[in-house]
């Protein structure tokens, strides 16, 4: 027995050994376990609609490692300017529109062409740019209003402004709060639109007429809604979106929608050159794409930017407002121009 028992131990040995490298061969072919399956999504969205979105991506994408890193637009732009190609950075989502066109502008092809995606379920308003090249697809419209506390402007026996107009009276010194347009696409978008509405000459009296007003020039565009709603201005310039969800959420709080029009800002989606074909980076791209992007412009930002554009899920946001024919909205050098003339 003694001199068969150890070539027999062998030979189950060997076996357990095979079978074990098997094991071993099957699992490493496996798509499981977020194994380096990673892709990374820079953006400028908002909290809530990072959270939506990491959420349903999760779930849909349960063995791929899904980063989205919020930045502010300003530092978005920068941070895709400086790293090019080469950085961590595979999805861009809610990059302003005209920081967009200043990135290709110095480089054409860092952007993953985008021609072969259906950008007929757009509607003809948004699409100011496909004339010239496929290189974003915009993600979403963001117009402007006030949001108002209005317990605070009862207790100074101040009646609530209705217009860009009555901004201006020195009655609501010190009251106002608005983006930098430095900074923030909101803030930009507010200056772009007076500037367009008044012309260039009365649009600059605008705001040095404003200025007295402003308590502060904020670096975001939405920390003026959430001083008003913390009671540390009165009056603030901010996100339509944002401004009828704090006035919904809030008591005291009313959102003012100008009738001369409002200001508004598209921002982009697309991803990096060379990217396209690492792990699950264009399957989470056609994800936000087809799937995601519409029910979240009905949850967040439901101004229209699809031919068939879903049902705001907000409630009492306006059905509908004037739009300002906004000037350059895709022309990086007249924003810029406008920026070196900010004095503030």
Not at 201 to 225: D, R, V
Not at 278 to 289: Q, T
Not at 317 to 337: C, H, N, V, W
Request: proline share 5%; charged share 20%; net charge negative.
């Amino acid at each position: 027995m003694k001199k068969y028992w150890i070539p027999m131990l062998l030979v189950i040995c060997c076996l357990a050994s095979l079978l074990a490298g098997c094991g071993s061969q099957n699992r490493a072919e496996s798509p499981s376990a977020k194994s380096g399956d990673r892709v990374v999504i820079y953006t400028a969205a908002e909290d809530e609609r990072i959270a939506y979105l990491q959420a349903e991506l999760d779930k849909k994408f349960p063995d791929t490692e899904i980063v989205i890193q919020s930045l502010g637009t300003g530092q978005l732009l920068s941070k895709l300017q400086a790293e090019g190609a080469n950085g961590d950075c595979d999805i861009f989502y809610d990059l302003e529109v005209v920081n967009a066109e200043i990135i290709l502008n110095a480089s054409p092809d860092l952007f993953v062409d985008l021609s072969d995606y259906d950008f007929s379920v757009y509607d003809s308003s948004v699409t100011g740019y496909t004339d010239r090249h496929h290189k974003y697809a915009v993600n979403g419209k963001t117009a402007g209003a006030f949001l108002v506390n209005v317990g605070m402007l009862e207790e100074k026996g101040l009646p609530i402004p209705g217009s860009y107009e009555d901004m201006l009276k020195p009655e609501y010194a010190g009251l106002i709060s608005m983006p930098s347009p430095k900074s923030s696409g909101t803030g930009y978008s507010y200056y772009n639109g007076m500037i367009t509405m008044l012309g260039e000459e009365a649009g600059m009296k605008y705001f040095e007429a404003l200025n007295p007003n402003i308590k502060e020039y904020t670096t975001s565009g939405s920390a003026p809604a959430k001083a008003a709603v913390r009671g540390d201005v009165a009056i603030a310039y901010g996100l339509l979106w944002q401004c009828v969800n704090y006035a919904n959420e809030n008591e005291g709080m009313r959102v003012v929608v100008p009738d001369q029009g409002l200001a508004f800002d598209l921002f982009t989606m697309g991803m990096i050159s060379g990217h396209e074909t690492r792990g699950s980076v264009k399957a989470v791209f056609d994800c936000l794409y087809y799937e995601l992007n519409k029910p979240q412009c009905a949850l967040f930002n439901p101004d229209k930017i699809y031919a068939d554009m879903p049902a705001s899920e907000i409630a009492n946001y306006p059905a509908s407002y004037t739009e300002i024919t906004m000037k350059g909205l895709f022309d990086f050098q007249y924003k810029q121009d406008l920026l070196d003339r900010w004095p503030y």
